[in-house]
């Protein structure tokens, strides 16, 4: 089994920036990606960006936070980060870890963490 355990949400004004944190634990694979997706109230989760390691990192991002979002992370700690600038207050939602055995972008994931929630005040 996989755990992934997220950290860095909170409350931030429209215009600033979080960091959002989470570390894989748990069973391994040879060939996986890590991502980040967000559900907002009412609304379904959705991709918001993902990383792929094969040698090099191959990186995924949803339109709505192109530019504004960067996604890294270390294949070796298992680890990813999701740096959010400029936030909108549309980007409030809960945001989930996620670890998958296929490439992102994909709608879904195989691995979930528990989610941290982000608010962006206008």
């Known amino acids: 089994q996989v755990q992934l355990g997220e950290s860095g949400g909170g409350l931030v004004q429209a215009g600033g920036s979080l960091r959002l944190s989470c570390a894989a634990s748990?069973?391994?694979?040879?060939?996986?990606?890590m991502g980040w997706f967000r559900q907002a109230p009412g609304k379904e989760r959705e991709f918001v960006a993902g990383?792929?390691?094969?040698?090099?990192?191959?990186?995924y991002y949803a339109d709505s936070v192109k530019g504004r979002f960067t996604i890294s992370g270390d294949n070796a700690k298992n680890t990813v980060y999701l740096q959010m600038n400029s936030l909108k207050p549309e980007d409030t939602a809960v945001y989930y870890c996620a670890l998958s055995r296929r490439s992102f972008p994909r709608s879904s994931a195989d691995y979930w963490g528990q989610g941290t929630q982000v608010i962006v005040s206008s």
């Open positions: 990383i792929s390691w094969n040698g090099y990192s191959i990186t």
């Open positions: 748990g069973r391994t694979f040879s060939s996986y990606a």
